[in-house]
């Protein structure tokens, strides 16, 4: 790869962190400005990636390829440490299969909201929702499959092309449906709610396959948002809904959906999002072919706890890794090597940022001395 010099040996360390095989390191993901610009052409330094570019300005031809060529621009002056490596992540907001199944999407200036998600706004009829199907023609996976053919077409070579967040079954459903309806609906149409989801997940997995069709045509392995590559077929799967439900509730409506996905996928990590979502970790944990466990803290977390990096979470770590399953965390670089020791475990990846190259690639050395 291009701007990954030694991305076969990254891709080797990935492939054994997701078989638990045995690495003589914990698996770090560290990303700095590159301290020499490394330009595949001129044509690089024509254009700026902007993150949000996609979701502001997505029914511009013009300005999605020049912010697909703009990354090429993000990636000569980024250094890839350890496993890190360039992925471009078509963000076009979290759970967009919402969009393709009729959630009328609303772009603001940092994100994007799908139907029922924002304000509480008024969700569609059971009596809508039981007539539920996927249109191919839909304006927005139409775009969404342009842009995924674009960014593999550009980038081959040069980076990653990570798919798009599709979002969790229960997240999808509470676009549609709004999200106080669906409590609602678990005790009063269950029934109903569960029909939704079967639905849901397979036009999931429906454009998944597609997606994952466009994207292999060009670039090798899998890569999705949370920037992990597998040479199979991978997801980051979610229920940010399941703060709001009890462990019996999240038994029934969101763990079918995890094992079913399980089942589908070559391989799973579950985004465990705040402290909220704790009370569901037993019953994911038992979930034999789920592989890990990415840990966030979330907004609401007192200043002393977060980040992943606190020592508060450690006995959450420790029961993860003693479950055997693998566990993803971002944290400040200062706070690497520290929970690296104390964890002892090369079942852990870990994401971060340093100042400079020089300081990334001491942290590797840090990391390389521990084990």
């Not at 969790?168 to 269950?190: F, Q, Y």
């Not at 466009?214 to 090798?220: F, K, L, N, S």
Request: proline fraction near 5%; charge should be negative; glycine fraction near 8%.
């Amino acid at each position: 790869m291009f701007f990954k010099e030694d991305w076969a040996e990254a891709k080797e360390r990935l492939s054994a962190w997701w078989e638990k095989d045995s690495l003589d390191r914990p698996l770090i993901q560290v990303y700095a400005p590159r301290s020499k610009p490394k330009y595949a052409s001129e044509e690089d330094l024509k254009f700026d990636y902007d993150h949000w570019g996609f979701p502001r300005k997505i029914k511009d031809p013009a300005a999605i390829s020049g912010n697909i060529k703009g990354f090429r621009r993000q990636c000569a002056e980024t250094y890839y440490g350890g496993e890190a490596y360039p992925n471009l992540w078509i963000n076009l907001g979290a759970g967009v299969l919402g969009a393709y199944l009729g959630a009328e999407p609303v772009l603001e200036s940092e994100t994007v909201w799908f139907g029922a998600q924002r304000n509480n706004a008024l969700g569609k009829s059971w009596e809508e929702l039981r007539r539920l199907e996927f249109d191919p023609a839909n304006e927005w996976w139409i775009l969404t499959k342009r842009i995924t053919e674009a960014a593999s077409e550009t980038l081959a070579g040069f980076s990653m092309v990570g798919m798009t967040d599709l979002g969790g079954i229960l997240d999808v459903a509470a676009s549609l449906r709004g999200a106080e309806n669906l409590v609602v609906d678990l005790v009063k149409n269950p029934a109903d709610v569960k029909s939704l989801s079967s639905k849901i997940i397979d036009y999931w997995h429906m454009c998944y396959e597609e997606l994952d069709r466009i994207i292999r045509r060009r670039v090798e392995g899998t890569s999705a948002w949370m920037g992990i590559w597998c040479p199979e077929r991978w997801y980051p799967i979610q229920c940010d809904f399941a703060f709001m439900l009890s462990p019996k509730l999240f038994d029934e409506f969101v763990l079918p959906h995890v094992e079913e996905q399980c089942e589908r996928l070559d391989r799973v990590i579950y985004h465990l999002d705040g402290p909220g979502q704790i009370q569901h970790l037993n019953s994911l944990l038992k979930v034999e072919r789920l592989d890990g466990i990415q840990w966030v803290p979330g907004a609401g977390e007192e200043l002393q706890g977060n980040d992943c990096g606190s020592q508060k979470w450690i006995p959450l770590y420790r029961k993860i890794l003693e479950a055997g399953k693998l566990l993803v965390l971002y944290m400040p670089r200062e706070k690497v090597i520290p929970m690296l020791k104390a964890l002892g475990s090369r079942k852990v990846l870990v994401q971060t940022f340093c100042v400079s190259e020089t300081d990334a690639r001491k942290l590797l050395t840090e990391a390389e001395n521990l084990m």
